[in-house]
T-cell receptor, first 115, second 116 residues
Framework: LAKTTQPISMDSYEGQEVNITCSHN???????ITWYQQFPSQGPRFIIQ???TKVTNEVASLFIPADRKSSTLSLPRVSLSDTAVYYC????????????????FGSGTQLTVLP | GAVVSQHPSWVICKSGTSVKIECRSL??????MFWYRQFPKQSLMLMAT?????????EQGVEKDKFLINHASLTLSTLTVTSAHPEDSSFYIC????????????FGSGTQLSVL
């Protein structure tokens, strides 16, 4: 399973753009990169997923360089409610024989948005 | 997105009793579900992979006789903490993979277990 490395914590101010980078040097060819958000005492919530280049949805963008050894989650104009822990995971799609590659959580990044 | 329902959201029990936690996929069928455990200020630790119709696969160091997992249908997995002790107090979270969305995992809201 690909190991991920993220900054332990980040601070930002309301209205700013926040970029959180994740390193995954041993990512496999079939691995996707997925980011989750977790608030205290809640289960993680899916934010965005990508395989290469750039992916954008209504809440975030995900930038993946050509070598795929890292990825950057970009949150535009953060608000106080974006204060949470953000996890970067890598994993492969379900393959034959019924075995599934489970996703392993790293330490995550505690993002604190200040007023 | 897909919805995973987890119950109860919190439970308090006496030491030595057993507690069952349910995890349901509401709008999709999940042949595989995952159970995690999370201590305060720490990341999620995978405990086991629950496979519909077969035995669960436990991670190293997780006692299978203590954490019983049953995945009897495509929409329900249960985790039973048997003979609970205070050190079992933790936040337990289940997740399920929606095959229709690739490698996306959808998580339940978690269960806070407190053993007195």
């Amino acid at each position: 399973l690909a190991k991920t490395t993220q900054p332990i914590s980040m601070d930002s101010y309301e209205g700013q753009e926040v970029n959180i980078t994740c390193s995954h040097n041993n990512i496999a060819t079939n691995d996707y990169i997925t980011w989750y958000q977790q608030f205290p005492s809640q289960g993680p919530r899916f934010i965005i997923q990508g395989y290469k280049t750039k992916v954008t949805n209504e809440v975030a963008s995900l930038f993946i360089p050509a070598d795929r050894k890292s990825s950057t989650l970009s949150l535009p104009r953060v608000s106080l409610s974006d204060t949470a822990v953000y996890y970067c995971l890598v994993g492969s799609p379900l393959i034959s024989s019924g075995s599934a590659r489970q996703l392993t959580f790293g330490s995550g990044t505690q993002l604190t948005v200040l007023p | 997105g897909a919805v995973v329902s987890q119950h109860p959201s919190w439970v308090i029990c006496k030491s030595g009793t057993s507690v069952k936690i349910e995890c349901r996929s509401l709008d999709f069928q999940a042949t595989t579900m995952f159970w995690y455990r999370q201590f305060p200020k720490q990341s999620l630790m995978l405990m086991a992979t629950s496979n519909e119709g077969s035995k669960a696969t436990y991670e190293q160091g997780v006692e299978k006789d203590k954490f019983l997992i049953n995945h009897a249908s495509l929409t329900l997995s249960t985790l039973t903490v048997t003979s609970a002790h205070p050190e079992d107090s933790s936040f337990y979270i289940c997740s399920a993979r929606d095959p229709g969305t690739g490698e996306k995992l959808f998580f339940g809201s978690g269960t806070q277990l407190s053993v007195l």
